[in-house]
């Protein structure tokens, strides 16, 4: 079978396998759609935390059931699925808690090991999530949607409250949706004009703020005053992450969806005089699958405009230099086999 491996920083090689063959409580999957992350690019560029090279990429993934055990989900030959492509050891403190999104021992697809970036791959069957009703790309894009539903699920956020979301990538965009669908006033913040403009339309966003452009003003202006009361930060950049402790209200919520290889300060007698919470949100579990599934059957997230780029698997190296460039435009890249 074809296989895409990241050899090493910025070199990507298209190779030839063997299709691997199911263990014990394991589904053959034949991959039909990839969907590229930040996780992906920040690989590529060598600058991914908790990554080893050599390693086929790939955790947004759908396909079709090829063989699977009987099993009491009732999952068969031919399903259409999602995949959830954080393998949890189910013994930790964490697991045993349910929260499997942050076990002590995680492995991810595409991180820790072998992703998804070939034409098949075996997963454990309780892994898998059946996307009857949905387009394979929709059911490609039900994990990073899954990591936006997470961190607003993490936020517990009340309906009316303000939440200001900064960074306006496939992530944050989630978090503006998800936020906006459990009735926060959502404002969006970022550099660039057109991602404003694409948050507003997509993700519904109330707001847009550009972040050079007095942002601790106009916040303030128009929250009257007060601030925001849950902020997310899902830009991956740490002096964002940083920045990001200067705007939410006293008695408010700091929620870290990005992640960045590298250490975070604050300033204590802020962060004290606030009373504020600081929460990271890590990956997500099978309930915010769930949740995603079924808000995307409703009509609650619209993903046709969501991905803006494809090809295929054939292509992919030779157009994914392409698509780190901010020309490219890319909000969401999709590859097909």
Partial sequence: MKSIVCEQPYQLKMIEAEQ??????EALIRVRRIGICGTDIHAYGGNQPF??????????????????????????????????????????IACKSRKTNCCTNMKVLGVHIEGGMREWITVPYDHLVKTEGLTLDQSAMIEPLSIGAHAVRRAAIQEGEFALVIG????????????????????????????????????KADYSLNVLDQPLEKLAELTNGEMPTVVFDATGNAKSMMEAFKYPAHGGRLIYVGLVKSDISFNDPDFH?????????RNATREDFDYVVNTVKNGGVDLSLYISHRTHLDEMIQQFEGWLTPD????????EI
């Fill in 51 to 92: 990554f080893s090279y050599p390693r086929i990429l790939g955790h947004e993934l759908s396909g079709h059931i090829e063989s699977i055990p009987v099993n009491a989900s009732g999952l068969k030959v031919g399903d259409q699925v999602s995949i959830i492509p954080y393998m949890e050891c189910g013994k930790c």
């Fill in 20 to 25: 691997p063959v199911p263990n014990s409580g």
């Fill in 328 to 335: 490219a435009k890319v909000i969401k890249a999709i590859v």
């Fill in 168 to 203: 306006a990538g496939p992530i944050g965009l989630g978090v503006m949706a998800f936020a906006k669908e459990q009735g926060a006033k959502v404002i969006a913040m970022d550099v660039n004009n057109e991602r404003l403009a694409f948050a507003g339309k997509w993700a």
């Fill in 273 to 281: 005089s606030k009373e504020l919470t600081l929460m990271g949100s």
